[in-house]
């Protein structure tokens, strides 16, 4: 088990490359990919607008055409500066979700979104990113030293702080994302599986502890809900009940776009956002998700491929914690509309209706793109 190595095979160095030597190493594949699950999220936001108000299609394109100029600017930037610049991003990541805990707007109590101008940001997606710069740049640092503990519970250390700021925001679906990331990177840095195991257990006996002092009355009854076999669909079972209904209507071609009973007759609640995939699988069917999962699979194969083909451990575990964290969004989001996970409130990634999420997805992307045409093996 470790970071991926092979011969190098027709390894340059960017300085010596012609610019357009050096961009024959696009990966067109993978923004295709990426382009075409943003084109799904567009048209499930267009069938939303329907019955919420064209805000949500509006808003989505205009959030898509941030994403593009983002991703554009991440591509032309050197990654590599980014591990020495590494420390600065932590604070900034810090600074973020401190401000939000501030500042920031919310339902209920909460504290998620900070709104700049007429946009409202949620820093904790952008602070995903970050973390996953971070963990790279420390792991890689330390690349053959992972048999020990120490380096590992610094890498537990460096992902406490923000975790516990999301936390209490609080927003659990995200603070899961920031574990899943550091396993993941971990996994693929090369690390002790026996510290690994380790780690894990201790996570396990922290429940307890997150469960009386971390965790809100909301949160709880949606977990407990999970794990109750007969939840109340008027209650706290709603939402999963309503969306179960409207995967399971939608048979194998669905309903077609814009016919969805659930969708348009406004049942299904966070229908744009936590549920996308309900009103997908409702107006698109079985063949619609189908399609989906598919693009999720090649895009997480050109993600690694992009992290095989890097010269430094940095771009290797860069690329496997941008898979990390895109895996699990993807397989919690879907688990939890159909029932096999708690609901957690995790976006679809690219799909969900929501600005940050599909920004901070457009930033790792680009960054992935700027490892293929600076630091590259060989066409893959």
Not at 244 to 249: E, H, T
Request: hydrophobic content about 55%; aromatic content about 10%; charged content about 10%.
């Amino acid at each position: 088990m470790g970071v991926i190595r092979t011969q190098p095979a027709r390894v340059t160095d960017w300085a010596t490359k012609s610019v357009g030597a050096a961009w024959r190493f696009y990966d067109l594949q993978l923004t295709t990919y990426a382009g075409l699950l943003v084109a799904i999220g567009l048209v499930m936001a267009y069938t939303n607008s329907l019955e919420g108000g064209a805000t949500t299609f509006s808003r989505g394109l205009m959030w898509a055409a941030i994403a593009v100029a983002v991703f554009i600017v991440a591509t032309a930037f050197d990654y590599r500066w980014l591990k020495t610049l590494a420390w600065p991003i932590y604070g900034i990541q810090l600074g973020l979700l401190i401000a939000t805990l501030a500042i920031g707007d919310g339902v209920g109590g909460s504290a998620r979104w900070v709104s700049i101008g007429p946009l409202a940001f949620q820093f904790s997606e952008i602070a995903k990113i970050l973390m996953i710069v971070v963990l790279a740049s420390y792991l890689s640092s330390r690349e053959g030293r992972l048999d020990s503990p120490f380096p590992i519970i610094g890498a537990c250390l460096l992902v406490g702080p923000p975790l516990l700021l999301v936390m209490l925001q609080p927003d659990l679906g995200t603070s899961l994302v920031f574990g899943a990331i550091l396993a993941g990177m971990l996994w693929m840095s090369g690390a002790s599986l026996r510290w690994l195991t380790a780690l894990a257990a201790a996570g396990i006996a922290m429940v307890p502890i997150a469960w009386t002092y971390l965790l809100r009355d909301y949160q709880k009854a949606r977990l407990s809900a999970f794990l109750d076999a007969n939840p109340d669909i008027q209650g706290a079972g709603f939402q999963l009940h309503q969306a179960q209904i409207a995967v399971g209507s939608g048979g194998f071609f669905g309903k077609g776009l814009t016919n969805g009973t659930q969708t348009q007759g406004d049942l299904l609640p966070v229908q744009a956002t936590d549920f996308v995939f309900a009103t997908l699988s409702e107006e698109l069917g079985f063949i619609g998700a189908i399609v989906l999962f598919a693009l999720f699979v090649l895009l997480l194969w050109r993600i690694l491929a992009a992290g095989w083909k890097s010269r430094d451990s940095f771009g290797t575990l860069f690329a496997g914690g941008v898979a990390a964290m895109i895996l699990f969004q993807l397989i919690v989001n879907v688990g939890m509309v159909l029932g096999v996970m708690p609901i957690t409130g995790i976006p679809l990634p690219f799909v969900t209706h929501g600005g940050a999420s599909l920004v901070s997805m457009a930033a790792g992307l680009g960054i992935l793109q700027s490892i293929n045409v600076r630091q590259t093996r060989a066409a893959w």
